[in-house]
C-alpha cells in the first residue's frame, strides 16, 4: 500500500502486473498498462474493440455506450423513431424494421449543443437570479432586524412615557395630600392653642382660690369670684378626616389596550414573487426602445439663462418643455424651455439651499435640504416632510420608475456613506457594503449624484472616489467607472451630475475637464460630450433623449441633442 505522506512521491504501476511502470493505457477498458502488457489484455477479451492509447492520450477515444439488447456490443447508431441509441445488431433485427436511423455522433452534437444552452441559461441567467433573490433576502432579513429594533425603541419610549406621566401625576397627588395635610393640622393646632389657653386660666383660677381659702382675711374669701359656669362649657370638638384615595385598579388586559397592542405577523409564499431575469434590461412592459446611434458630433439646441446670483447646481426634466433648476440659494426655478422664461420659483422650508432636486412619476417635486437633514416633496406649492434623518444628511435623490426614491446621505462624523431606497417615508434598503464588507462609496464632503437605469441598475456618481459606482437593484456592485485614458487635459476624473437614457446609457458630467462621458451600461467608455461646456454639473434627459446640462459659473442650462 502507498503511504498517504509520500504518494505523490510514487510512480503509476501497471494494472495487470502491477510492477511495471505505466506507459499505455485502454479506453474501452479504462485500464493502464505497461507495454509488455497490452498483448495480455488485448487477448483477454476479443469480443471488444480495444483502443489502445499512450497513457498521456488517456479517455481522448470515444466511448460509445453499451447496447441494453446486445451487452457486449457498441452503440454507433440512434434509431430517431425509438429515440433510443442502437448498435448493428439491433439495427439488423426485425425490432427496428423501417426506422430511420443516424449517426449517434450527430445526436451527440445536438445534445451537447442543447446541455451547453442550458448550462448558459443555469450561469448567465437563473443562477444570477438566485443571487439577486439571496440578496434581496439578506437585505429584507437586515430591514426585518432594523424594524423590530425601531419596534422595541419605540415600546421603551412609549414606556419611558408614560411612567414620565404616571410620576407627574404621583407627584401632584402627594402635593395635595401635603397640602390637606398642612391645613388641618394648622386648624387643629389652633384649637389646641385655645383650650390650652383655657386650661392654664383654670390652673390660675385654683391657685387664687387656695390662697384665698388660706388667708386670715375674710374680705379675700368674700371676694372670690369663680368662673365655674363658664369653664362647665366645653369648648366644641373639631371633628376632621383625611381624604381617601381612590384607587383606579386597571385589570391586566385593559391596561394592554390602553398601553398599546401589537399587530400579528404573517409569512406567506408567494407563488411567482421572484421573476426570472431576462436579456429585455427595459422594466417598461412591451418592445425595447428604438435602438439611436450616437451623433457624430453632438449639438447645442437652447441655452437658458437661469440668472442665479452665484452657481447653478442642479436641473430635472418636469416634461418636455419645462425644467427646475436650484443653485447656491434657496430657491427652486421652474423654466420654459422653449421661451427660456421663468414660470414659477419655490423657497425651501428652512431656507437652506436645495442639495438635490428631482422629480417623481406623477410630477411633483422633491428636493433634500442636507443642513435640516430633510427630504421634502412639494405638492400644489406646499412643502411636506416626507423623511427626517437622525445622525445622517441627504445628499442626491432621484425618484425610480417604481415610484420610490432613491437618497444618498452621509453620516455627521462624515465617515460613511450609503444609498437608501425610500416607499414614502418607509425605509425598504440600505446599499452601503460590497461582497466583502468594504464600503461602496467615499465618505467625504464632496457633493454625489444618484440615477437609475433602464435595467434597474443605481448608478452614484462618487466624486471622492474619483468613480461613477453601479450597482444592480439588489445592491450588489456591477461596476466601477473611473474614468478613461488618456484623459483630456491631464486632469483626474471627477463626476459630478449624473443620467441616463432611453439607451441606458449613462453620462456623467466631468467637472475637472468641462465635458460628459458617455459609458454603456457595463461601464464602457463610448464618447465625450464637450459643445464648449464650462463648470458642468447637473444632468438630465428628456422623453426624446435631449440633455440638459447644468453650467454652474455661467448659471446657464444647455440643451444638447446627441442621439440620431
Known amino acids: ?56 492520450l488517456r479517455k481522448s477515444t470515444t466511448i460509445y455506450p453499451r ?26 433485427s426485425d425490432q427496428h424494421l423501417g426506422h430511420k436511423f443516424i449517426k449517434i455522433l450527430q445526436v451527440l452534437d445536438k445534445k451537447k449543443e442543447n446541455i451547453i444552452l442550458k448550462r448558459s441559461e443555469l450561469k448567465e441567467t437563473i443562477y444570477p437570479t438566485y443571487q439577486d433573490i439571496a440578496s434581496d433576502v439578506q437585505n429584507r432579513m437586515s430591514q426585518l432586524e432594523k424594524e423590530y429594533g425601531d419596534l422595541s425603541t419605540a415600546i421603551t419610549k412609549h414606556g419611558e412615557d408614560l411612567h414620565r406621566e404616571i410620576d407627574k401625576l404621583v407627584k401632584k397627588l402627594k402635593a395635595e395630600v401635603d397640602e390637606m395635610k398642612d391645613t388641618q393640622l394648622q386648624t387643629l393646632q389652633k384649637h389646641l392653642d385655645e383650650i390650652n389657653k383655657t386650661m392654664s386660666d383654670i390652673k390660675e383660677e385654683i391657685n387664687a382660690i387656695d390662697i384665698s381659702l388660706n388667708s386670715n382675711d375674710i374680705s379675700e374669701v368674700f371676694g372670690v369670684s369663680i368662673r365655674t359656669d363658664e369653664y362647665r362649657k366645653t369648648p366644641p370638638k373639631i371633628m376632621v378626616s383625611s381624604p381617601i384615595f381612590d384607587l383606579k385598579k386597571i385589570p391586566a388586559e385593559q391596561l394592554s389596550s390602553l398601553f398599546g397592542t401589537l399587530s400579528s405577523v404573517t409569512s406567506t409564499l408567494k407563488e411567482h ?31 437658458i439663462d437661469t440668472e442665479y446670483d452665484r452657481y ?30 421663468l414660470l414659477k420659483s419655490i423657497t425651501t422650508k428652512s431656507g437652506n439651499t436645495p442639495e438635490d432636486i428631482a422629480v417623481t412619476k406623477s410630477g411633483d417635486l422633491v428636493y433634500t435640504d442636507y443642513y435640516d437633514r430633510t427630504v421634502n416633496i412639494v405638492k400644489n406649492e406646499k412643502i411636506e416632510e416626507v423623511i427626517r434623518l437622525q445622525n445622517w444628511r441627504p445628499r442626491g ?56 437605469n433602464r ?110
Not at 498483448?39 to 476479443?46: E, N, P, W
Not at 429585455?280 to 426602445?289: F, N
Open 397 to 452: 435623490v432621484c425618484s425610480t420608475s417604481s415610484g420610490e426614491l432613491l437618497v444618498i446621505m452621509i453620516s455627521d462624523d462624515i465617515k460613511q456613506t450609503k444609498v437608501v431606497r425610500y416607499s414614502g417615508s418607509t425605509e425598504k434598503q440600505t446599499i452601503q457594503f460590497d461582497d466583502k464588507g468594504h464600503p461602496l462609496y467615499s465618505s467625504d464632503q464632496y457633493k454625489r449624484y444618484i440615477t437609475e
Open 67 to 92: 447496447c441494453k439488447s446486445h451487452n457486449k456490443e457498441q452503440c454507433t447508431m440512434y434509431c430517431k423513431k425509438c429515440d433510443i441509441s442502437v448498435c448493428e445488431t439491433c439495427i439488423a
Open 455 to 564: 435595467n434597474l441598475d443605481i448608478c452614484v456618481s462618487d466624486g471622492g472616489a474619483k468613480a461613477v459606482v453601479v450597482v444592480n437593484q439588489a445592491g450588489k456592485l456591477r461596476f466601477r467607472y473611473t474614468g478613461h485614458t488618456p484623459a483630456p487635459k491631464n486632469q483626474p476624473f471627477y463626476p459630478l451630475g449624473i443620467t441616463t437614457d432611453s439607451q441606458s446609457h449613462i453620462l456623467t458630467s466631468d467637472y475637472n475637464i468641462d465635458c460628459v462621458h458617455i459609458i454603456d451600461q457595463d461601464g464602457q467608455f463610448l464618447r465625450y460630450i464637450d459643445c464648449g461646456l464650462s463648470d458642468p454639473i447637473g444632468l438630465c434627459i428628456d422623453t426624446n433623449d435631449n440633455l440638459f446640462v447644468a453650467k454652474c459659473g455661467k448659471r446657464q442650462v444647455e440643451k444638447i441633442k446627441y442621439l440620431q
Open 273 to 303: 414573487g421572484y421573476s426570472m431575469k431576462t436579456t429585455e434590461k427595459s422594466p417598461e412592459a412591451g418592445s425595447s426602445p428604438p435602438v439611436k446611434q450616437l451623433l457624430d458630433e453632438p449639438e447645442t439646441d437652447t441655452t
Open 312 to 341: 447653478l447646481y442642479n436641473v430635472v426634466c418636469l416634461s418636455d418643455e419645462e425644467i427646475w433648476t436650484s443653485g447656491f440659494d434657496n430657491t427652486i426655478k421652474l423654466f420654459s424651455i422653449n421661451q427660456g422664461s
Open 1 to 56: 500500500m502507498m503511504d498517504p505522506r509520500t504518494s505523490a512521491q510514487d510512480v503509476m504501476r501497471c494494472d495487470l502486473c502491477e510492477t511495471a511502470v505505466v506507459q499505455m493505457h485502454c479506453d474501452t477498458c479504462l485500464v493502464n498498462l505497461c507495454t509488455a502488457c497490452v498483448g495480455k489484455h488485448v487477448i483477454s477479451d476479443q469480443t471488444k474493440k480495444h483502443e489502445i492509447v499512450s497513457f498521456e
